[in-house]
């Protein structure tokens, strides 16, 4: 079983940058990062695998180029870095880890943070 805590989230007024973390309680292969906003499902964000260099990263195409994915060196934390923030990055942002190679952007992961509000104001 492997405990993830969240940190960071908050209010942001559009433009504005946040940062979120995540704290695994073991070091996995890959840690993510999700989103659900209201009324919608639950969406992939970023994520990254803790191969041996420097670590492969995945990013949905809605954020890429504004988000950054990083890892600690001990690989148990994980950062997303948020830039250039839009109204509809507001959600519920959750960490996750416990998945497979090669399934990164889809799935299943087995273990969950407990989410952070991220609200981006116009």
């Known amino acids: 079983q492997v405990q993830l805590v969240q940190s960071g989230g908050g209010l942001v007024q559009a433009g504005g940058s946040l940062r979120l973390s995540c704290a695994a309680s073991?070091?996995?292969?890959?840690m993510g990062w999700f989103r659900q906003a209201p009324g919608k499902e639950r969406e992939f964000v970023a994520a990254?695998?803790?191969?041996?260099?420097?670590?492969?990263?995945f990013y949905a195409d809605s954020v890429k180029g504004r988000f950054l994915i990083s890892r600690d060196v001990a690989k148990t934390t994980v950062y997303l870095q948020m830039n250039s923030l839009k109204p509809e990055d507001t959600a519920v942002y959750y960490c996750?880890?416990?998945?497979?190679?090669?399934?990164?952007?889809?799935?299943?992961?087995?273990?969950w943070g407990q989410g952070t509000q991220v609200t981006v104001s116009s």
């Open positions: 996750a880890t416990g998945v497979a190679p090669g399934r990164e952007r889809r799935g299943p992961y087995s273990y």
């Open positions: 990254i695998n803790f191969t041996p260099t420097t670590g492969t990263t």
């Open positions: 073991d070091s996995t292969y890959a």
